[in-house]
T-cell receptor, first 113, second 109 residues
Framework: KAGVTQTPRYLIKTRGQQVTLSCSPI?????VSWYQQTPGQGLQFLFE???????NKGNFPGRFSGRQFSNSRSEMNVSTLELGDSALYLC????????????FGEGSRLTVL | AQRVTQPEKLLSVFKGAPVELKCNYS??????LFWYVQYSRQRLQLLLR??SRESIKGFTADLNKGETSFHLKKPFAQEEDSAMYYC???????????FGTGTRLTIIP
């Protein structure tokens, strides 16, 4: 089985721009979660989707949004980028989202200049 | 609210010595606890979960509800254990996995 795939792997943006990150889960997995990883804060939960519905959301401003498509692929969007948004964004998939067993992608490293 | 605390950012242990990575949690109900590991240049992956009560790669972890702890232990460290370890908590019926800030374990040859 192919693992979780995230694109792009690296990107550089400037303040004020917006960015869209993509995640393809493991085949058959219907839950997709997003995390922001930074050296200071560690892994912070952004949101979780299941069957195209957002079931849970972390404490991030409204500039962070996401969606899930009928094929379980997911995207997250960050608008009006700030310097502090520079981070590794990790996507993880699981069968149902209730088991705690997440399969992570390699991440998309965003640098905001 | 759910919270996970890993008090040690860095931990160095000699090969063959015992390892203990500390994890404390805060949660009002019955949590599910996990340990995730990230080896160099690899993806973050599940190491073990408390409900399966199994030993993975020689590591074990016992949930102590009285002390709200879930420490990860291994009796004899090996060089390949060097990695970043994250403790994580999931509340009952909650799809959100809360991670600690992680402990970087280095095994000294």
């Amino acid at each position: 089985k192919a693992g979780v795939t995230q694109t792009p792997r690296y990107l550089i943006k400037t303040r004020g721009q917006q960015v869209t990150l993509s995640c393809s889960p493991i085949s058959g997995h219907r839950s997709v979660s997003w995390y922001q990883q930074t050296p200071g804060q560690g892994l912070q939960f952004l949101f979780e989707y299941f069957s195209e519905t957002q079931r849970n959301k972390g404490n991030f401003p409204g500039r962070f949004s996401g969606r899930q498509f009928s094929n379980s692929r997911s995207e997250m969007n960050v608008s009006t980028l700030e310097l502090g948004d520079s981070a590794l964004y990790l996507c993880a998939s699981s069968l149902t989202g209730y088991t705690g067993e997440l399969f992570f992608g390699e991440g998309s490293r965003l640098t905001v200049l | 609210a759910q919270r996970v605390t890993q008090p040690e950012k860095l931990l160095s242990v000699f090969k063959g010595a015992p390892v203990e990575l500390k994890c404390n949690y805060s949660y009002s109900g019955s949590p599910e606890l996990f340990w995730y590991v990230q080896y160099s240049r690899q993806r973050l992956q599940l190491l073990l979960r408390h409900i399966s009560r199994e030993s993975i790669k020689g590591f074990t972890a016992d949930l102590n509800k009285g002390e709200t702890s879930f420490h990860l232990k291994k009796p004899f460290a090996q060089e390949e254990d060097s990695a970043m370890y994250y403790c994580a908590l999931m509340g009952f019926g909650n799809e959100k996995l809360t991670f600690g800030t992680g402990t970087r374990l280095t095994i000294i040859p």
